[in-house]
């Protein structure tokens, strides 16, 4: 049974940074993509950036590229969403997320960590 674990979410002010970190467990994860998504009061989760383990391609949406890099370490099996020039709008809950290279949606999820990014 995978088990995400994510953490380094807090109250941060526009303009600064935040790493997230999700430690992941359970499985290996060669055929695996990691992903990040994010859900704000009131809307719905959306996907924020994603690493595919084997190779390290990178995905991103569009609202944060160029301001987030996700990355892995294969050897501690974590994830991490560095996250620099914070704007208000980034406000959400962050969840860690897995899926394999063939699924359509992914599977498995954390329990989410809370960022505040204050104007």
């Known amino acids: 049974q995978v088990h995400l674990v994510e953490s380094g979410g807090g109250l941060v002010q526009a303009g600064g940074s935040l790493r997230l970190s999700c430690a992941a467990s359970?499985?290996?994860?060669?055929?695996?993509?990691m992903g990040w998504f994010r859900q704000a009061p009131g809307k719905e989760r959306e996907f924020v950036a994603s690493?595919?383990?084997?190779?390290?391609?990178?995905y991103y949406a569009n609202s944060v590229k160029g301001r987030f890099t996700i990355s892995r370490d294969t050897a501690k099996n974590t994830v991490y969403l560095q996250m620099n020039s914070l704007k208000p709008e980034d406000t959400a809950v962050y969840y860690c997320?897995?899926?394999?290279?063939?699924?359509?949606?992914?599977?498995?999820w954390g329990q989410g960590t809370q960022v505040t990014v204050s104007s």
């Open positions: 997320t897995t899926r394999t290279v063939d699924a359509n949606s992914y599977t498995d």
């Open positions: 690493i595919r383990w084997s190779g390290g391609s990178t």
């Open positions: 359970g499985r290996t994860f060669i055929n695996y993509y």
